[in-house]
């Protein structure tokens, strides 16, 4: 199997985390003001930025499927 995301797919992403992040973690003020000015300025669709983190999460996310692939193989059959 292989799931690939495109940047605007990570880039929606990023922003249901950093939303969650901004509503639950109890930030204060500032520091919600600075993660929201950090998601608008840096991580801009067709940024660098935004280009790294989709090979880091497409990356991280074959990594889990090879591993998830490679342990079904290893179990035993009396389970």
């Known amino acids: 199997m292989k799931l690939e ?3 605007e797919e990570a880039r929606e992403l990023l922003s249901a985390l950093v ?3 901004l509503n639950e973690a109890g930030l204060g003020d ?3 003001a600075a993660l929201r ?3 608008s300025e840096s991580m801009k669709a067709g940024s660098e930025e935004m280009k790294a983190l989709t090979a880091k999460v497409n990356a991280d996310i074959d990594r889990a ?3 998830k692939a490679k342990s079904v193989v290893q179990k ?3 389970r």
């Open 5 to 7: 995301l495109e940047s």
């Open 19 to 21: 939303d969650r992040l």
């Open 30 to 32: 500032g520091d919600r």
């Open 37 to 39: 000015r950090w998601r």
């Open 65 to 67: 499927l090879r591993a």
């Open 76 to 78: 035993p059959d009396w």
